[in-house]
């Protein structure tokens, strides 16, 4: 029997599904793949390629984490600041349900944490085919990981907080259903539910940075997000939005 088997009777009848054992990037795949009107999905048990934020990897083990990808379309004038923190909400909303497990945070603008380690990451990129915006939400979930040195930072996976893991297809299917739910939404009520609930899960609030502007290095303190979004840093200028964490230092 296909180790997807069950999956695949969860999702194939709704959306354009591929499975691999193994592949490069989930993201690289359905970004040559041809457009579709419905969502496509490509889900792996590992990545040998996996894309980080900002060009780093994403280690990954077999089995070790839940790894896909969505590709989904909007129109092309649509603002999707802030689609990042949909997903991010989305995938913490979907374990809270299925784990029974409180205490999770996004840390802007594209990451998930249990405490000061970090469960899941999320990597968006967007093309543009004829009228479309067609965004590539990339992620990756860490369920139960072997001891590694390879991972460049404070770790946690799923066994290392749950007395019991719950089942892994289900728990694959339930977040991809989710994110697609709250995609929509966004279309309809953009940030509205985030922003609701924002105070709730915003690991940055208080954080002091230092950050760059036109070459000048400012400093500030994290203050939640806009409705658009951003990061909003207050500092003796006044305060500024910030829509990337590239060049972003915490002090």
Request: charged share 20%; glycine share 8%.
């Amino acid at each position: 029997m296909s180790h997807f088997s069950s999956l695949k009777s969860l999702l194939e009848n709704n959306f354009e599904c591929y499975f691999f054992e193994s592949i490069d990037s989930t993201n690289s795949y359905l970004s040559s793949t041809k457009y579709s009107t419905k969502p496509q999905i490509c889900i792996t048990r590992e990545q040998t390629k996996g894309k980080g934020q900002h060009g780093r990897n994403w280690v990954s083990q077999k089995d070790g984490s839940i790894i896909f990808s969505i590709r989904k379309s909007f129109h092309e004038g649509m603002n999707l600041n802030g689609l990042s923190l949909i997903a991010g909400l989305a995938i913490i909303k979907s374990i809270e349900a299925e784990c029974q497990l409180s205490g999770l945070k996004i840390k802007w603008p594209n990451d998930i944490y249990y405490g000061d380690k970090k469960l899941a990451g999320i990597l968006m990129e967007n093309t543009h085919y004829k009228s479309n915006q067609l965004v590539l939400i990339g992620v990756g979930i860490n369920y139960q990981l072997v001891d590694t040195n390879e991972i460049d930072a404070l770790w946690v996976d799923l066994s290392r907080i749950l007395n019991k893991l719950p089942n892994f297809q289900q728990l694959t299917s339930k977040i991809i259903y989710n994110i697609l739910f709250f995609l929509e939404d966004f279309q309809i009520n953009g940030l509205s539910s985030l922003l609701s609930e924002w105070d709730h899960y915003d690991m940055l609030n208080g954080a002091r940075i230092k950050f760059r502007e036109s070459n000048i290095e400012l400093q500030g303190q994290i203050h939640g997000i806009t409705n658009q979004g951003a990061l909003k840093v207050v500092t003796k200028d006044g305060i500024k939005e910030l829509y990337s964490s590239m060049h972003i230092e915490y002090i």
